[in-house]
Structures are given as structure tokens and as C-alpha cells.
């Protein structure tokens, strides 16, 4: 599989079947992944891959805290701008029309709403689910090379034949995370990757993006160099 192949084929996977991970692909995604780039080669995320025993605890104690309307923990940090502006909120906006029109459910059915969202701590049903900490006193340039982390790993599960989800979601219940994790007290929790195999029977929606021209400014000569790449849908 080459890099455009990985990045086109790479999605949110919201259902996987429960065929289990194979450790030794584990190992070569995460070996490979550790090339990642950051700032000053820091390498800050803190990795735990759960399965097995501690999945099931994790994804036990999660469900019963959501089942109850517990609304979380105190946010470590923010997921998004409290009133996202323009064209931040349609963006959001339109991808979560797309996601649960997909799944037959009407914009105003808050409760089928909440439903797909508590799905997030069953892991989508997938088997196996890292874990992506970072030192609080570390800063934004940081944050920015654990995403830069994590999509490298996205792309080096597609060449394995697994997909995945990122899922900021396990931060809302960080407490419980760390109860089964142990991570050192300096660790907060970024974010979660759902790992596993696809269920393709699923429905699902490919999520479009804005078009390049939308996003990016070409200056000097790359600007009359060719027409580019079209913008997906
Ligand atoms: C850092 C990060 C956190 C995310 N958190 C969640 C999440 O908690 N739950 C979820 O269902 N999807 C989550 N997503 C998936 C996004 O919703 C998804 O990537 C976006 O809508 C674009 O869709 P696509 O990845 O299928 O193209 C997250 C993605 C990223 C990059």
C-alpha cells in the first residue's frame, strides 16, 4: 500500500468485528511509528495499548459512568473553541449530518444522538485501544507532535490491513482511564485509538473536506504550477 492509498483509505472506523489484533502487527506499527517526527526530537507521547482483561474493565467502568449520564471529569484540556466560528461550526456541523444521517439518525433524535456517541467507550466493538498520554508541562508545539504521532500510526494500520478511531472522547472519563492505566501522575490523557479489523457490513459515511483552495494559499511559483490535487468529497 503507498502513502496516498493510506491516507485515502484511512477513516474514522466507527464498527469493528472482534477478531482480535495480532500482537506482532502491533509491534511493527508501533516500531515504526516511533519515527515519527517532533520539535526538538522530544518524542512526548506516552503510549498504553490495552486488550484483553483491562479493555473489558476500561470499557465496563466507562459504559456504566455514561449509561448513568455522567457528564465526566474535569476537562484537562479543551476539545474545541466554546462557540467554534465560521467556517469551524458548518464544517462540524455538516460532518455530524453526514455521520448520523448514515446511521438513519434524524438531526433532532438527541437520545439515538447520545447512543452512537456512548459508542465511543465500547471502543466501536473494536479489541484493542491505545492509549496517547503527554507530560502536562509540555505546550501546544507538542500537542501538535502527538497528532503528528498518532496519524502515523493511522497510516501504518491501514498497511496492515486494520483501521482505527481517534477518539478524544476517553478524556471525559480520564479518571477511570488512569484507575486501570497507572500512568504516572504528570500524564494527562490526549486521546484514544480504537484498533481492529472493520465490520464492513456497518454503515458509514466517507466525511468530505473543504477544497484545497479553501485551506491553502500557494505564493510564488508553486502558484502557476499546475492545477493540483482535486478536492475530495
Ligand atoms: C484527535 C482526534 C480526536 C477525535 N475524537 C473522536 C471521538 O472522540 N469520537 C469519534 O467518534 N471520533 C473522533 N474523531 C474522528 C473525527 O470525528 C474524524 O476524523 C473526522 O470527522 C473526519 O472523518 P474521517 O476521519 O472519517 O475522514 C477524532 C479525530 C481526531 C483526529
Known amino acids: 500500500m503507498d502513502v496516498y492509498e493510506a ?3 484511512r477513516r ?21 511509528a516511533t519515527r515519527s517526527p517532533s520539535g526538538g526530537n522530544l518524542q512526548p507521547w506516552h503510549v498504553y495499548v490495552l486488550t484483553g482483561a483491562p479493555l473489558a474493565e ?18 484537562q484540556y479543551r476539545m474545541y473553541p466554546p462557540e467554534p466560528k465560521s ?4 464544517r462540524r456541523s455538516a460532518a455530524a ?19 452512537a456517541v456512548a459508542a465511543n467507550w465500547r471502543c466501536f466493538g473494536a479489541p484493542c ?6 507530560d502536562r508541562d509540555m505546550g501546544a508545539a507538542q500537542w501538535a507532535d502527538l497528532g503528528m504521532y498518532l496519524q502515523t500510526v493511522m497510516l501504518l494500520l491501514r498497511a ?5 478511531c481517534a477518539q478524544m472522547a476517553w478524556s471525559v472519563y480520564h479518571r477511570t482511564v488512569a484507575d486501570v492505566v497507572a500512568p504516572p ?19 458509514f459515511a466517507r466525511i468530505g473536506r473543504a477544497p484545497l483552495a479553501e485551506t491553502v494559499t500557494f505564493l510564488g511559483d508553486s502558484a502557476s504550477g499546475g492545477p493540483g490535487q482535486p478536492a475530495s468529497s
Open 58 to 75: 476500561l470499557k465496563e467502568r466507562t459504559c456504566e459512568r455514561a449509561e448513568a449520564g455522567d457528564p465526566g471529569d474535569e476537562r
Open 7 to 9: 491516507v485515502a483509505s
Open 87 to 90: 467556517p469551524y461550526r458548518e
Open 12 to 32: 474514522a472506523v466507527r464498527s469493528f468485528t472482534d477478531e482480535s489484533v495480532p500482537r506482532a502487527a502491533l509491534e511493527r506499527v508501533l516500531a515504526a
Open 160 to 164: 496492515e490491513g486494520l483501521h482505527s
Open 185 to 203: 501522575e504528570e500524564l494527562v490523557l490526549f486521546a484514544g485509538l480504537s484498533i481492529g479489523f472493520e465490520d464492513r457490513s456497518a454503515p
Open 129 to 134: 485501544l491505545l492509549l496517547c498520554y503527554i
Open 97 to 115: 449530518t453526514r455521520r448520523f444521517g448514515a446511521l438513519g439518525i434524524r438531526r433532532e433524535d438527541m437520545e439515538a444522538r447520545r447512543a
